[in-house]
């Protein structure tokens, strides 16, 4: 078997899957609060590769083959806060994640591009519900005026408390199944829990964590090794063949 083959096609198999990573980067560095796919490339040993005439593996003559293995992970580092001037935006300094209702059930957000729908519920701009503490969506009052957010989340109209809003961090973050939009589902034992001292701020919103020039970087070197890889199978193909070819 010709070890160096299904070496660098393991190879470009990686490199695929860090491309998809960083296109699905790119794509979403404009979204509020969407964070950052990355992917791991380590060596894994399957194998050996028997490197002097007559060795063994059994003797342990042989040297580990080794093939690039990949796995997708979320940086959770929190994104730019910027100031809007809206009084419906809010952004989360600190760790932790909106509540919001989804046909799934309870999901997770730090976008806090929120409007309000006609029957005067706050919701997200992909239409889904934010949550309060107690785990019912916040309705302003009909002639409350404009709400206003002190950093606790505490959502008042006038001198009206209309509800306070809900922030939760994940115990184990690497266990959040991301969703479209920025959003994330807890997986088993992802051990959601409220945040006591979550700082709300009203009138900013959470920019992606996304630097779209070091993506570009990225898929630059992405390209570069696919190349490589692709000449090498090319090299080894036409080696190969010349053997047989010599043989016959």
């Known amino acids: 078997m010709n070890v160096g083959l299904y070496q660098s096609a393991a190879s470009l198999s990686a490199l695929e899957r860090w491309q998809d ?3 699905q980067n790119i794509t979403s560095s404009e979204v509020a609060g969407f964070k950052r ?23 342990g003559e042989g040297m580990p083959a080794l093939f690039p293995q990949t796995r997708y992970a979320i940086s959770f580092l929190p994104g730019e806060n910027r100031p809007t001037g809206r ?22 957000t730090r976008s806090g591009q929120l409007q309000v729908r006609s029957d005067r519920t706050l919701i997200t701009s992909q239409g889904l519900e934010i949550l ?37 961090k994940a115990t ?26 979550a700082a709300i701020l009203q009138g900013y919103q959470e920019s992606s964590n996304v630097a779209p020039l ?11 090794a696919y190349e490589a890889n692709q000449k090498l199978i090319q090299s080894r193909d036409k080696i190969m063949e010349r053997t047989l070819e010599t043989l016959t």
């Open 87 to 108: 009084n419906l935006d809010f952004a989360i300094s600190g760790e932790g994640f909106f509540n919001v209702r989804t046909e799934d059930g309870i999901a997770y």
């Open 172 to 197: 184990f973050p690497s266990r959040l199944v991301p969703l479209a939009g920025g959003l994330f589902l807890p997986g088993a034992g992802a051990g959601m829990v409220p945040v006591d001292n």
């Open 37 to 59: 796919r990355t992917v791991q490339v380590a060596s894994e040993a399957n194998g050996e590769v028997l490197v002097e005439p007559g060795a063994r593996p059994d003797r």
């Open 21 to 23: 990573a960083v296109s």
């Open 132 to 168: 309060g503490e107690s785990g019912a969506p916040i309705q302003l009052q009909a002639q409350g005026g404009p709400p206003l957010v002190n950093e606790d989340g505490v959502v008042r109209q006038g001198d009206a408390i209309v509800g306070k809003i809900a922030v939760s």
């Open 214 to 224: 070091r993506e570009m970087v990225d898929l630059v070197n992405i390209a570069r």
